[in-house]
């Protein structure tokens, strides 16, 4: 771990805000939003553990601390869970976070939503662009393409470096699921797009999930491309 990049140590340092599986305490955020200057919005609504139908899920590592990092080198404002919820944001029809996102976007004038999401490294992409078959950010597509492009993420790349477009991951949801991407185009009529990013792309290092087991670690200059592209799409679509 000695040998990692400023880069990766910024992350793993703003990751560490997030404890996946506890509860907030009495007076403690379950969620925290952090002011930017630009009219974007990074959401990590799954960044700690969290309920959907009455079973916990697991917390999508890192999507925190990448938000965070794109905020502090762009300027976007910041929506994320640091504690576990009692509920799910991008399944609930109707949630606190997906309220308190409501009030950020019209009090803020935000224009567009980014939603941060992890996959599994079982998935063949290292990035997956949502957005519910072109509905959700349809004027705004073109400028997230080639952002992502400049880092390497293409439709014909290869490994971690492929994008997949709307394949499992929609960021439209089904008859019961009401995703932020959804919530956010089609309640409030700001554009969105719903980004899954694969855990080889984001996350940096799991401790060992047993005493002497071997701990998780990303491909390290795929997360670096991972952060790099992610800010490249917000200055594309705040400037």
């Known amino acids: 771990m000695a040998d990692l990049s400023p ?10 805000d997030v404890a996946y599986r506890r509860a907030a305490a009495p007076g403690e955020e379950s969620w925290r939003y952090i002011p930017g200057r630009v009219t974007v919005l990074l959401s990590a609504p799954h960044a700690a553990a ?14 925190a601390a990448l938000a965070r990092f794109v905020g ?8 994320y869970a640091r504690r576990r919820l009692d509920h799910d944001p991008n399944y609930d029809r109707h949630s606190p976070y997906k309220e308190h996102l409501r009030e950020i976007i019209r009090s803020a004038g935000i224009r567009f939503i980014l939603d941060l999401h992890g996959a599994s490294d079982r998935h063949d992409f290292g990035i997956e662009l949502g957005t519910m078959r072109g509905q959700s950010c349809e004027g705004q597509l073109e400028l997230i393409l080639a952002a992502l492009a400049e ?7 290869k490994g971690l470096g492929r994008l997949e477009l709307n394949g499992r991951f929609t960021g439209g949801g089904g008859v019961r699921q009401e995703t932020i991407t959804r919530y956010v185009w089609e309640t409030l009529k700001t554009p969105a797009v719903q980004m899954e990013l ?14 002497g087991g071997t701990p998780y670690c990303g491909d390290a200059q795929w997360i670096e491309r991972t952060a790099l592209a992610i800010t ?5 679509l705040a400037g």
């Open 7 to 16: 880069l990766l140590k910024r992350l793993m340092d703003l990751e560490s």
């Open 151 to 157: 880092q390497g993420f293409t439709p014909d790349g």
């Open 50 to 63: 969290h309920c959907r139908n009455g079973r916990l899920k697991e917390e999508d590592e890192y999507t």
């Open 232 to 236: 490249g799409v917000v200055r594309a």
């Open 198 to 211: 694969n855990s080889r792309s984001r996350v940096v290092y799991r401790a060992p999930q047993k005493p």
């Open 72 to 79: 502090e080198q762009t300027g976007a404002h910041v929506l």
